[in-house]
């Protein structure tokens, strides 16, 4: 069992940036796979980001690559995101999610994912 807790979100204007945090409980951070996803009103859920147990592997949805950055410190228990030149469709709740797995392997659709965290919210103005 993992329990996620994020923050970090807020309001910002298009073309700042965050760095949203996920911290995790439990002493078994390290054999997970973490990911981001975001959810917008009216909306699926969708894919933003994945991260391997280690952080050797990395994956990003095409509407945020080169602007979004995953990373993770197993020691911290945590996993980021940090979102540059934020753009108002980016405007959305912002979940991490967990899954249990020691490989190389991502996962980039929300049925990868055991756990879920309750989310933040990241409001982009124009």
């Known amino acids: 069992q993992v329990q996620l807790v994020e923050s970090g979100g807020g309001l910002v204007q298009a073309g700042g940036s965050l760095r949203l945090s996920c911290a995790a409980s439990?002493?078994?951070?390290?054999?997970?796979?973490m990911g981001w996803f975001r959810q917008a009103p009216g909306k699926e859920r969708e894919f933003v980001a994945a991260i391997s147990w280690s952080g050797g592997s990395t994956r990003y949805a095409d509407s945020v690559k080169g602007r979004f950055t995953i990373s993770r410190d197993n020691a911290k228990n945590t996993v980021y995101l940090q979102v540059n030149s934020l753009k108002p469709e980016d405007t959305a709740v912002y979940y991490c999610?967990?899954?249990?797995?020691?490989?190389?392997?991502?996962?980039?659709?929300?049925?990868?994912?055991?756990?879920w965290g309750q989310g933040t919210q990241v409001t982009v103005s124009s």
């Open positions: 439990g002493r078994t951070f390290s054999s997970y796979a």
């Open positions: 999610a967990a899954r249990g797995s020691q490989t190389m392997w991502v996962f980039t659709t929300p049925s990868g994912y055991d756990y």
